[in-house]
């Protein structure tokens, strides 16, 4: 190897070095930062000066003399601290700031750029006034900077060689984007190995047609040949199916060690983490602490890599707005330093991760005024206004700064979590904290996913996100306030059509459609598809930059056929199904040429006369009641096909009525709506309980919604 090649190969892996060197020099500062015992201080700045060694060495074999100047520095400014037993905060922050010019460097010298006016090159002549700077003494005029080379040092001592079993257990390095491409190809052959079964139900059929040929030339001289060619023939599938599985335990073990190789401790992936924690903290007056709990757990590089991000917003948001000033935390009874705890765990094929603090949680009445003065919703639910912080423009920062204050970042995080099909979840309670609960798959290479038809395409879904498959009838379908919902136990589950969401062409109707129970985080829908056809192993590939916007679509699926399928987004879907309207799920039922009669009953003279109006003007037969006792003794007297009742009334609501109709064997099956003022989730689910067929708001009263309810009711 000729002088610059052999330069630019301890170059590239002084680089490779040097990042993880950076880590490890960021954690030991955070830690002597923290110590108060001068024992464990010692270990730490003995740490520090070994690692600083290792970049130095490293730094002069790469020929970095500025790299190798700036450590030697810090050496001499380490060495001062472990000598006084303590540090200044000035001390500190040129410390960490050294690391950071340090990193800049790395990066300045991969892009083949001069080390001359970069950020460690201004730090040179601070790092060395504060190494030679005596205690309770003035500081000595500052030295000129030396540049290019390294002041002289005795050399290390010299280090044994390593026998044969050290240098088998060397570490070896290789690139993420090496491994990358090993697990892409583990995962081809594995779905190579699926498509096998294939081959091997063709050969089984094959075979089964030389059988019965054989049966029909029975006794004649063909009979023979096709008897050796059957024997042949399930020699070769016996052969097949052997060599299908030994190529399935190679493809199964590959890809685990494939795995195992790229993973890292979630402890790692949360390297810098503290460090920004830290910086945003110092920057507001704040202390904080930053903890990891379930670091241990081994995570795909990947995953670890695109959630870097994420948790990188919602610990700076976390220390920027949920942790308050010293003087508040005291006056609350808090600790001083503040708490932002990551968690880590597996939960099946999934990963779930925390970031929690103890900070004073949620401004929501805030989250409300901004989104009312955007003409947004803003929900009473408690849970519901939490989540809005993740709609983009939105923020409770009383100022803009540095970290916090224009209205972006939840949404960032929320965004790239649903890019991994994943999602994201916020819990508060006022003076206690914020805890934001990340899902995400364990993997995102593989998937197991489910097989729909929906409008003549074939669509799938990853098999973790459906909760249940379900067969639904008309009887089963309610509407609230004009959408279908299907009423699953207690909860009330919005209702679609697949094709509907998509745009694509609606299928017959049938007087029962399959559905498939979408679950994302604590969001659940029912989505109505033509036909489910099975659930199969399958790779995920991106759709590239051009259609990664792609509406409730998030990936490609590739089957072991080698067929494509689009991989559908279930947070998009379930968002979509909780908005759409009702449409024509089951046939309509044959036309009725009788006037129907339909019971009202309202309290509100106005509101009766209105609902009167509109219902007469449709066609129908209007009964109109003041109250709910008498709306039941009319339906007793004379029945009806529909009764429109309000909620809260004299003598008998309409809940109480609604529970009479059900009770009585006469009209338990007749169609009963409710139209109220009452729109919270818990009142609607009391009425589609006690038995309503349908519940209106009248906050959102449209006389189309009544009429329509009615038809498909009736």
Known sequence: ?????????????????????????????????????????????????????????????????????????????????????????EVFELCFATVDALDDAGRRLGAKQDLAGSPLDALLPQLERAARRETNAPPAPPAAPVRGTAPPEPPPPELPSPGPLMAETLPVRVSAQKLDALLARSGELRVATLRLDGRAEALEAVRESLAQAREAVRGTAGETALRRAETELSR??????????????????????????????????????????????????????????????????????????????????????????????????????????????LLGSRVQVTVEDDGRGLDLDALRAQARARGLDAPEDDAEAARLAFLPGLSTASEVTRVSGRGVGLDVVRTQVEALRGTVEVSTRPGQGTAFLLDVPLTLST????????GGQTLALASESVARLVRVAPGEVREVEGRPTWAAGDALVPLASLADVLGLPPGPPRARRGAVLLAAGTARALLVVDEVLSEQEALVRSLGARVRRARHVSAAAVLPDGRLSLLLNPLSLVRAAGGRPSTALFPAPAAQRTKRRVVLADDSPTTRALEQSILEGAGYEVVACADGAEAWERLQAGGADALVLDVEMPRMDGFALTEAVRASPRYSRLPVVLVTARGKPEDKARGLQAGASAYLVKSAFDPTSLLETLRRLL
């Open 1 to 89: 190897m000729d002088r610059d090649r052999l330069a630019q190969a301890l170059l590239a892996t002084f680089l490779e070095e040097l990042e993880g060197h950076v880590a490890s020099l960021n954690r030991e500062l955070l830690a002597l930062e923290r110590e108060r015992a001068p024992s464990r201080a010692a270990e730490h700045v003995a740490s520090l000066l070994r690692i600083l060694h290792s970049v130095k060495g490293a730094a002069r074999a790469a020929s970095a003399t500025l790299v190798e100047t700036a450590c030697h520095r810090m050496e001499e400014v380490l060495e001062r601290v472990r000598d006084e037993g303590t540090g200044s905060p």
């Open 447 to 454: 998937l197991r996913v489910l097989l729909v038809s929906a």
């Open 236 to 345: 070769v599938a016996r052969e097949l199916a052997a060599d299908r599985r030994a190529l399935g335990g190679v493809a199964t073990g590959l890809d685990d060690e494939v795995r195992r190789a790229r993973t890292l401790s979630f402890f790692e992936g949360c390297e810098g983490l503290e460090r920004a924690a830290r910086d945003v903290a110092r920057s507001l007056g704040r202390a904080v602490r930053l903890e990891v709990h379930g670091g241990a757990l081994e995570l795909d590089r990947s995953l670890l890599q695109a959630l870097r991000e994420p948790l990188l917003h919602l610990v700076r948001n976390a220390v920027a707005h949920g942790l308050e000033a010293p003087e508040a935390r005291r006056a609350a009874g808090k600790p001083e330093e503040g708490r932002v705890v990551l968690s880590a765990r």
